[in-house]
Structures are given as structure tokens and as C-alpha cells.
């Protein structure tokens, strides 16, 4: 430690829930990880006609991933599965071909959302493209978060102890997680 982790929130909008999540996890998490977003919003849409010319905002992308020790995916669940826009920069950050950034990388998933079972199905959608990438998860504990008005106010306090606590547990068995994995994977 100090691990940077690579937050990647799963909306742009600017009223995310997901984007408030990642703001009380930073609250909540142990004093070792590092939180910094890695922002994928300027991305085009992957065209693999790029791959030979890849343009320097993917590079840029590409390298903020690198740089990462951890990966925290923050993300809402869009019709049973992940935003396009962040599948459009796992894309990327996958190619050309013999590039990927996403393999043996520790990874932890969590999303929030209206609905009950609060993103779960999007979850499992993610977690095959990051099986597939070869990316490191941690499987358990697993987060679903519904989210209710209120449950974190503008200042990322989480406002129901249960909730508040759970968060904090997960946290920080991440930061185990990503201890563990990096003592057999090297850091980058
Ligand atoms: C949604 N929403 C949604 N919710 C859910 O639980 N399962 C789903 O499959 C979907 N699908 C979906 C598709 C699209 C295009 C939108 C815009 C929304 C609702 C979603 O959970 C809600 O809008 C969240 O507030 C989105 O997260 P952010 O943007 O607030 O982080």
C-alpha cells in the first residue's frame, strides 16, 4: 500500500446514483486504496478500422488503466445489462489485439439502482466480459445496491447505518482482495 485504485463509474450523467456510490465508497474505504476516477467519456465508438492509428485519447485511456493497481467498477444496469459507454471503453481498452489492459488487474463490481434487484443482472453481464479479459475479481462479497432517495446525500454520507456498514465491509474486503492478488501478480 498506498493502492491506486481506478474507479470507473458507469454513467455520465450528472446526477448518477452510481457516480454518488463511488462517492461514500471513497468515504468508506480503508486509508490504503487511492481512489481516482478514470474518465472514459471523451472515447469515440471503437471502430477496430482504428486499431492501426489508435487514437491518442485511448491511448490516454488505455494508460490511466495501466497506471491502476485496482479497478472499481461503479455501475447502473441499463436493460439488463452495462451502459454502452462503458462497454465502449472496456472495448478499447482490449485492443489491438495483444494489448489489453484488463488482464490478471484486480477487480471489484458494485452498481446501484432503482429497481430491487439493484443492477444485479447488469453485474453478471460485466462480470463475463472481465472473465473473458482475464481481469482478476472479486466474487464475493457481492453488492446490490437499491437505491432509495436519500440513502447518500450530496455529500456522499450514507444515511442508513445498515447500508453505511455493508459498504464499509466491502471496501475493505477489496482492499484485502487486491492485497492478496498483488502478491502473486506484480504491480504494473
Ligand atoms: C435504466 N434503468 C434500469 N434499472 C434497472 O434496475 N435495470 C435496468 O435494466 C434498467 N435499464 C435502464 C435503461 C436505461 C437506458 C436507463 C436510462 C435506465 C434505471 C436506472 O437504474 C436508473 O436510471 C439509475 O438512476 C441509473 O443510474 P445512474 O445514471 O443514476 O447512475
Redesign the pocket.
Known amino acids: 500500500p498506498p493502492y491506486r485504485l481506478g474507479v470507473l ?5 450528472t ?7 463511488a462517492k461514500a465508497l471513497e468515504k468508506l474505504a480503508p486509508a490504503e486504496f487511492e481512489f481516482s476516477e478514470i474518465d472514459y467519456s471523451r472515447l469515440p465508438l471503437y471502430n477496430r478500422d482504428l486499431d492501426a492509428d489508435y487514437p491518442q485519447v485511448a491511448l490516454d485511456f488505455k494508460e490511466s488503466v495501466r497506471q491502476a493497481d485496482a479497478l472499481l467498477f461503479v ?7 452495462i ?1 454502452g459507454p462503458l462497454k465502449n471503453a472496456i472495448d478499447w481498452g482490449s485492443r489491438p489485439w495483444g494489448t489489453s489492459v484488463w488482464a490478471d488487474k484486480p477487480t471489484g463490481v458494485i452498481g ?4 430491487s ?3 444485479a ?2 453485474q453478471q453481464t460485466l462480470r463475463s466480459t472481465l472473465s473473458f479479459l482475464n481481469a482478476r475479481q472479486m466474487t464475493s462479497p457481492e453488492a446490490y445496491i437499491h ?1 432509495t432517495p436519500g440513502l447518500i446525500d450530496a455529500d456522499g454520507e450514507v444515511t442508513v447505518e445498515s447500508t453505511r456498514e455493508f459498504l464499509t465491509m466491502f471496501m475493505e474486503r477489496f482492499a484485502e482482495y487486491t492485497a492478496r492478488v498483488l502478491t502473486v501478480i506484480p504491480r504494473p
Open positions: 463509474i458507469g454513467s455520465l450523467s446526477a448518477s446514483i452510481n457516480r454518488l456510490l455501475t447502473p444496469e441499463y436493460n439488463r445489462s451502459p446501484a439502482s432503482g429497481g434487484i439493484g443492477t443482472v447488469g437505491f
